[in-house]
């Protein structure tokens, strides 16, 4: 069964500080994996994609990474801000004509002054 | 830019009530489909379409229906809504084809609560 584990399920840093993100999945084989940010209230939006050939890219302060050999995939938040207090889910979507993505539960990350 | 578009945002109803969730989206996608979201949950798929006529289950697709008539639209409905059902459901849309992505764009939400 495809499965997409997150962690930590939450995470509490100060403003201004680094942080990273995890997520391992099963899903195989594979087509590519996003990170979205949720937002309180709000629905998921896009923060980056990563395909088989890439290992790591950049999106602002935002920089995800993906070892495919061990399907792991990080996000990595530098200099956090007040605004990215939100929920962060890793999607990874098969190939082979399987469609259907297979979603992680989410890191909760908060943001204190 | 509309993108995707959900109503009502917030709901109240009693068991057993029924009610339709409304999804629309104005981007020419062939993919939709809902999602429920509970705390400690993460998205589950409910339902979902590859296109006007026809559409599959999901993950948890008990005790709801959906029907696709047109590309734009892709209703949720509850037949007899249970406390069970409490959550915030989630539409979204994405293009279906081989040099597509896959990238999902979603509403806002639909708070329901079933008491």
């Known amino acids: 069964k495809n499965q997409v584990e997150q962690s930590p399920q939450s995470l509490i840093i100060l403003e201004g500080k680094n942080c990273t993100l995890q997520c391992n999945y099963t899903v195989s084989p594979f087509s590519n994996l996003r990170w979205y940010k949720q937002d309180t209230g709000r629905g998921p939006v896009s923060l980056t994609i990563m395909t088989f050939s890439e290992n790591t890219k950049s999106n602002g302060r935002y920089t995800a990474t993906l070892d495919a050999d061990t399907k792991q995939s990080s996000l990595h938040i530098t200099a956090s801000q007040l605004s990215d207090s939100a929920s962060y889910i890793c999607?990874?979507?098969?190939?082979?004509?399987?469609?259907?993505?297979?979603f992680g539960r989410g890191t909760s990350l908060i943001v204190h002054p | 830019n509309a993108g995707v578009t959900q109503t009502p945002k917030f709901q109240v109803l009693k068991t057993g009530q029924s009610m339709t969730l409304q999804c629309a989206q104005d981007m020419n996608h062939e993919y939709m489909s809902w999602y429920r979201q509970d705390p400690g949950m993460g998205l589950r798929l409910i339902h979902y379409?590859?296109?006007?006529?026809?559409?599959d289950q999901g993950e948890v697709p008990n005790g709801y229906n959906v029907s696709r008539s047109t590309t734009e639209d892709f209703p949720l409905r509850l037949l007899s809504a249970a406390p069970s059902q409490t959550s915030v459901y989630f539409c979204?849309?994405?293009?279906?084809?081989?040099?597509?992505?896959?990238?999902?764009?979603f509403g806002e939400g639909s708070r329901l609560t079933v008491l």
């Open positions: 979204a849309s994405s293009p279906y084809d081989r040099g597509s992505s896959g990238e999902l764009f």
């Open positions: 999607v990874v979507r098969g190939g082979g004509g399987s469609y259907i993505p297979t």
């Open positions: 379409s590859v296109g006007a006529g026809i559409t």
